[in-house]
């Protein structure tokens, strides 16, 4: 069945260092793709996303594309903050019949000032 | 603002008890689901409804039962709570196709003691 796969965490950086967090997915079909963030005591918010290959989603300075040559949809910022510091999901929508969302184990981002 | 609201933040529940998790969303839509996000195993999907009165399992939906009589109204039960059973509870919905994205709420940690 489909699948995501993310890197495990926690990943610590220092604040303005360059982030990559690793998504890659197992997909039948033309899944879009997503990246959700969560912050402590909250639920999830969408970050982004991509309906489509070679589609890039783009918000508050995050980046992924849509590679399904490699099917990957790794998330990256250039400068990261230390409000960043939260769980990152990266998640595709399957379409068996209906629709749901399948999601990876989450990524923990903490930055240090 | 897009909203999905869940009952209560908190709740505290003895074994053997019955729960009801409520969950209800202002953006009149078609698909409703119910998630267990658990450390190190991500979200996982229980019970998902398409449409009113509609409802599909969904990954782990052991122990629980759902309901939905409006649209806009989606609730889990745990017909005999168990310790197992603690956890962090998200209800999300969202639109009909691939691209439409999951809105969460704010999540429910549940303790059954």
């Known amino acids: 069945g489909n699948s995501v796969t993310q890197m495990e965490g926690p990943v610590t950086l220092s604040e303005e260092a360059f982030l990559t967090i690793n998504c890659t997915y197992t997909?039948?079909?033309?899944?879009?793709l997503f990246w959700y963030v969560q912050y402590p005591g909250e639920g999830l918010q969408l970050l982004l996303k991509?309906?489509?290959?070679?589609d890039k989603g783009s918000n508050k300075g995050f980046e992924a594309t849509y590679r399904k040559e490699t099917t990957s949809f790794h998330l990256e910022k250039g400068s990261v903050q230390v409000s960043d510091s939260a769980v990152y999901f990266c998640?595709?929508?399957?379409?068996?019949?209906?629709?749901?969302?399948?999601f990876g184990t989450g990524t923990r981002l903490k930055v240090l000032a | 603002d897009v909203k999905v609201t869940q009952s209560s933040r908190y709740l505290v529940k003895r074994t053997g008890e019955k729960v009801f998790l409520e969950c209800v969303q202002d953006?009149?839509?078609?698909?409703m689901f119910w998630y267990r996000q658990d450390p190190g195993l991500g979200l996982r999907l229980i019970y998902f409804?398409?449409?009113?009165?509609?409802?599909e399992k969904g990954d782990i939906p052991e122990g629980y039962s759902v309901s939905r009589e409006k649209k806009e109204r989606f609730s889990l039960i745990l017909e005999s709570a168990s310790t197992n059973q603690t956890s962090m509870y998200l209800c999300?919905?969202?639109?009909?196709?691939?691209?439409?994205?999951?809105?969460f709420g704010q999540g429910t940690r549940l303790t059954v003691v």
């Open positions: 999300a919905s969202s639109g009909v196709g691939g691209a439409s994205e999951a809105f």
């Open positions: 409804s398409y449409d009113v009165k509609m409802k």
């Open positions: 998640a595709l929508s399957d379409w068996s019949g209906t629709y749901k969302y399948i």
């Open positions: 953006m009149d839509h078609e698909n």
């Open positions: 997909a039948t079909g033309y899944p879009s």
């Open positions: 991509a309906t489509k290959a070679d």
